[in-house]
């Protein structure tokens, strides 16, 4: 082992216990003011020990006991206290470790001040000298942003701990039952380690029991002999510190075999049939993440979300559907607005049309807690199943934790609006002193922040909407320096745009606008992206073409137009003459170099013009018209078609509020008009283009 990695183990553990065996310790010794101390000694260090002290510091904090502990003694302002006064430019590499075990915390629980005070250090930092800090504050913001986790869950220790569950009189034995909850294990590595998951049982012995055996789900039915009465063993191979969700249905059948069905993150992995119990005893001995039997082996260490069971045997439908929830749900299945979820209509149908809320027994979840008592949270007022109380008991190594998601306090304080201030801070940066070394970075990892904001929050989505986001950005990013817009962002941008098409987002009722707003403010803003460099462009506009115009579920002739696209063309990459007033480099760079530009926005000219000329067959098709788009009666003598006349209105009649559209059956029109286009003039003929291809140009 590295001398110095042995040495930064030696420190940690002589301040912080950090073995698993001693997270519980570690946890107790954990303060505000200890954790000052830890830091100030940290700083006396050399620079290569100091990172391999907060490197073996993130593996510690992957304990949920010290994460804890670490939140509650104001891990986040100490942190950013140590990155102010000890990291330089010449420390890059400790501030990257200072910014992973910020993120570490701020992914278990980052509350509104805490927020604040991040927020607060980017505005004050001076990005000319400082752009490192406000680069490694985004960089730690995007870990916590996409972190997945409940907001609260139950803690177990492995020491005294687990829940005890209320007694129930009667078992359901006419349609089976169902046992679901959110899991992530500690650790599994001990081979004689069997944790219980849960355990219903009678005083006989008989019981329904599921446990995990060299990493893997074990079912159990015991009906009261010496047997253990293993049923099926599940073929997953269940991981350390990964949040899954794990559905267990009995479905009892009179007629054949019942079966048991292993679900994890809401998909069917196996099945087995078993004999259900048969006893009209109560169920006395019901408890989760503690066996009937105790033992010191069998004790759970981990982490459970809300614990429902449900009376009944539920589909796989209402399985994916439950799982779409996430985490963070802790709810009763009554109410479309209580999840932010964006869900089909079948989902939608499966998990609130009733019968999922009224087959609920009981539903425990962290923030119904008090003290050691977890109170019942399901709707039904009918408590005669259980024996007496509703109420679950949690033993003393088991703890609630409620947590405060990074997303949730960027709600409090304005979302993604929090965000553009820092667009203006650095262009204002790069206008006064040139651009410094990291703006580059500082803006991708800005941008990047944002779109994954977009991605896990439907509130979000919405503000973009109606505070026309995209167009805000847009406009941001014409404001600066043109040499700070790489390939990078366009990347971001034409996968956001990609992923927006995806069936993921084929229920949100936000996600063509979106696409919209970022194809024609962003993305084809034209006077925007002329400014940059000619490998950015010419790399953008051939990924257009070859991404997203012949992208099925886009519909770029809809969303933008072939006019636009040739608009491109004429205004921005034809030839001019050496007096032209255009010529200004810092509208059309690189002009001499654009016919390769011209060669993509030509391509994607034709590919739109292939699936129109595609969609137009079809329409003939479908309304009987021929090759050359003449109906029937197009054919037919003059003398036989019916002839109107469209009069305009006059004064009189748009004064009575009368329609605009009278129309005259008995006379001819004796010289028809041409139609006139947007812009006044007579209209291409056979240009195939309505009203809805011509779209505005993005903000300039």
């Not at 990695?5 to 003011?33: D, H, N, Y």
């Not at 006989?204 to 009465?229: L, P, T």
């Not at 979300?305 to 749900?329: K, N, T």
């Not at 030509?602 to 021929?626: F, K, M, N, T, Y």
Request: glycine fraction near 6%; charged fraction near 20%; aromatic fraction near 8%.
């Amino acid at each position: 082992m590295d001398k110095t990695i042995e040495a930064a183990q030696i420190f940690l553990e002589a301040r912080l216990p950090t073995k698993p065996s001693r997270s519980a310790l570690a946890a107790e010794r954990v303060t505000s003011a200890s954790l000052c101390a830890l830091l100030q000694d940290i700083s006396i260090l050399p620079q290569d020990l100091q990172i391999s002290i907060f490197r073996e510091l993130q593996n510690a904090l992957q304990d949920e006991n010290l994460l804890s502990a670490f939140s509650r003694a104001q891990a986040v302002d100490r942190l950013l206290g140590f990155m102010i006064s000890e990291c330089s430019r010449s420390k890059l590499g400790l501030l990257e470790q200072v910014n992973r075990v910020l993120a570490a915390v701020g992914q278990f629980s980052l509350s509104v001040k805490e927020l604040r005070n991040i927020m607060f250090l980017m505005k004050t930092a001076d990005i000319a000298t400082q752009d490192f800090i406000v680069s490694g504050l985004l960089d730690s913001l995007n870990r916590m942003v996409v972190h997945r986790s409940p907001s609260c869950y139950f803690n177990f220790s492995g020491i005294e701990s687990g829940i005890s569950l209320p007694p129930i009189k009667k078992w359901p034995s006419n349609k089976g039952f169902t046992f679901s909850t959110w899991i992530r294990f500690d650790s599994l590595s001990d081979p004689g380690h069997h944790p219980c998951i849960f355990s219903f049982g009678t005083t006989q012995d008989q019981a329904y029991v599921v446990r995990v055996v060299d990493r893997k789900f074990e079912v159990v039915v015991r009906d009261g002999s010496a047997k253990d009465g293993l049923v099926h063993t599940c073929p997953i191979i269940v991981s350390d510190r990964v949040w899954r969700m794990i559905t267990f249905t009995f479905k009892f059948n009179r007629l054949r075999k019942s079966e048991v069905v292993c679900y994890i993150d809401g998909e069917r992995k196996s099945a087995a049939p078993f004999k259900a119990l048969s006893t009209s005893d109560p169920f006395l001995k019901c408890t989760v993440g503690i066996p009937i039997r105790h033992s010191t082996d069998s004790l759970f260490r981990g982490q459970l979300g809300a614990i429902y069971l449900f009376s009944d045997a539920l589909s796989p439908e209402c399985v994916a559907a439950i799982h779409r929830l996430g985490p963070a749900y802790i709810s009763n299945f009554q109410y479309e607005s209580e999840n932010l979820a964006v869900l089909s209509a079948a989902e939608k149908k499966e998990l609130y049309s009733g019968a999922l809320s009224n087959s609920l027994i009981f539903n425990f979840n962290a923030k119904a807690c008090e003290g050691l008592q977890c109170l019942e949270s399901s709707p039904s007022q009918d408590h005669t199943i259980f024996v007496h109380s509703p109420h679950a008991t949690m033993l003393s190594g088991t703890e609630n934790v409620v947590s405060h998601r990074v997303l949730d306090s960027m709600r409090a304080v304005g979302d993604v609006q929090i965000l553009f201030p820092i667009f203006s801070q650095l262009r204002l940066a790069c206008k006064d002193g040139g651009i410094p070394d990291g703006a580059r970075m500082l803006l991708q990892r800005l941008i990047w922040l944002m779109l994954n904001m977009i991605r896990n929050s439907v509130t979000v989505q919405q503000q973009m909407i109606q505070l026309n986001g995209f167009l805000l950005l847009g406009y941001l990013l014409d404001q600066m320096d043109p040499d700070l817009l790489g390939w990078n962002i366009a990347d971001f941008l034409i996968d956001f745009a990609l992923e927006l098409a995806t069936p993921k987002y084929a229920e949100s009722p936000y996600a063509t606008k979106m696409l919209q707003d970022v194809l024609d403010h962003v993305l084809l803003h034209h006077v925007l992206w002329s400014r940059t460099s000619y490998l950015v462009q010419i790399k953008l506009y051939s990924r257009v073409a070859a991404d997203i115009v012949p992208h099925p579920r886009i519909g770029m002739r809809r969303l933008i137009g072939v006019r636009r696209l040739l608009e491109l063309v004429r205004d921005h990459y034809s030839q001019e003459t050496a007096d032209s007033p255009r010529k200004s480099t810092e509208n059309f760079n690189h002009r001499m170099s654009a016919w390769s530009m011209v060669e993509a926005a030509a391509a994607a000219v034709a590919a739109v013009s292939e699936a129109s000329e595609a969609a137009a067959a079809a329409d003939a098709e479908a309304w009987g018209l021929d090759a050359a788009g003449e109906s029937p009666m197009a054919k037919s003598p003059r003398s036989q078609r019916p002839s109107i006349v469209v009069h305009a209105p006059s004064r009189r009649d748009l004064k009575h509020g009368q329609s605009d559209d009278v129309i005259n059956e008995e006379t001819e029109p004796e010289t028809p008009l041409a139609p006139e286009n947007a812009s006044g003039g007579v209209g291409m003929p056979g240009s195939g283009d309505d009203a809805s291809d011509v779209e505005t140009e993005g903000p300039s």
